[in-house]
């Protein structure tokens, strides 16, 4: 050899390339530990791909999708004034005041759905909105139970919710109208401003059919046709 470099002897460089050899190389998969017969790697498998599958799940159908026919939307200048979303394709507007806003069902022929918004207005008090909310409910209840058959309201719970950033106080009931049993759910809903009086009562009602998406009253306004604008009241400044 020249410039003083030493050659490695052919025996050590069979050693160094069979070291080499035996090296350990990137590190087993996940699959692969799995295919080799590992409980837990099949366990990890799994549970990698329930995450994958719930993600997806959240992209499609848990994600609300468009407004069947086209978003609407219902404005009142009132006091207090609102305003809120529903889907062309699924309602449509009866009633529009700031004394009373009415969406029911476009189709007939599919479950029945209403939503009636009008105004209250609450007693004198100090303090935040939620102390105030639970003594109307006897008086929202006297109101609701006039749009049913005579006697046939039955409360099932009532507490404190919040509406958008909004908040209200909740009351869920069964009730029968022209003999048909119809499901419900009425929110009292205030400005989140301490003192303030102007109240509004939005009162969903979807009727029982068979097979319908409806199964009780803790579902109107949460599922169906009356999601959209139950979720989406806003006041105006």
Sequence with gaps: MTDGATATPPQREDEAVRELDRSPG????????ARGGS???????????????TAVLSLTVLRPGKPKGGAANVQVEGNPGFRM????GELKVVSESPQRVELTDRKAEEQGSRLIVTP????????????????????????VAERFDDGSVRWADEGLVNVGPNPGY??????????????????????????????????????????GKISGPRAVGRQGDLRRPMRSLVFLD
């Excluded at 990137?26 to 692969?32: A, F, G, S």
């Excluded at 837990?40 to 994958?52: D, E, K």
């Design 26 to 33: 990137p590190d087993p998969t996940l699959l692969e530990i």
């Design 85 to 88: 979303d529903y889907a062309r």
């Design 120 to 143: 209250l207005t609450l007693a004198p008090y100090e303090g935040s909105p939620t102390g105030a909310l639970p003594m109307v409910s006897q008086e929202v209840k006297d109101t």
């Design 170 to 211: 909740q009351l869920s009931y069964v009730a029968k109208r022209d003999g048909g049993t119809w499901y419900g759910r009425v929110a009292v809903v205030v400005p989140d401003v301490d003192g303030e009086r102007q109240a509004l009562v939005m009162d969903g009602e979807e009727q029982r059919v068979s097979g």
């Design 39 to 53: 409980r837990w790697a099949w366990f990890g498998v799994a549970v990698i791909a329930l995450g994958a599958l």
